[in-house]
């Protein structure tokens, strides 16, 4: 169980410091890319950004799902409940905004559609942050 747990811990702060830098360096720099260039620039953004995130992601579910379904000796229910949230608050402004707003964003830069991107954008790396968090006490208390 240590190995799901510290591997739970490791993908929740790879996310949230991949997240962190989309929110203060990827997202604001948007705007400043040339019109004419900013369709190429969000066509090589989104494929780039699945495979950085891809796998972490897919690590944070597993072990989320694991720990919901086989929670450690000792772990908190609250706890392993505030990782299954923490986890899916990204997934949810991914599938709902962000998604969309890259769709939206590839056919050209949108000043209202890159702002709404970048604020809610804040959602997910809050989620992330907290889930690195609620990792840490998890590994702390079981």
Same mark, same amino acid.
Request: hydrophobic share 60%.
């Given at each position: 169980?240590? !190995? ?10 790879? =996310?949230? !410091? ?5 929110? =203060? ?9 040339? +019109?004419? *260039?900013?369709?190429?620039? *969000?066509? !090589? ?48 402004? &991914? %599938? ?10 590839? +056919? ?15 959602? +997910? &790396? ?6 690195? %968090? ?9």
């Amino acid at each position: 169980m240590d !190995g799901v747990l510290l591997a739970h811990a490791a993908a929740g702060w790879f =996310l949230a !410091g991949l997240s962190w830098t989309v929110q =203060l360096v990827n997202y604001p720099l948007m705007a400043v890319v040339g +019109r004419s *260039e900013f369709p190429a620039y *969000e066509a !090589g953004h989104a494929p780039r950004m699945a495979v950085a995130v891809g796998p972490a992601w897919a690590v944070q579910g597993a072990t989320t799902l694991w720990l919901l379904l086989a929670p450690p000796a000792g772990a908190a229910t609250w706890l392993i409940a505030a990782a299954a949230v923490t986890a899916a608050v990204p997934v949810l402004v &991914t %599938l709902t905004v962000s998604v969309p707003a890259h769709a939206r964003l590839a +056919r050209g830069f949108d000043p209202v559609v890159h702002r709404r991107l970048v604020r809610t954008h804040a959602l +997910r &790396t809050l989620g992330w942050t907290l889930h690195g %968090l609620v990792a840490l006490a998890l590994l702390a208390t079981a």
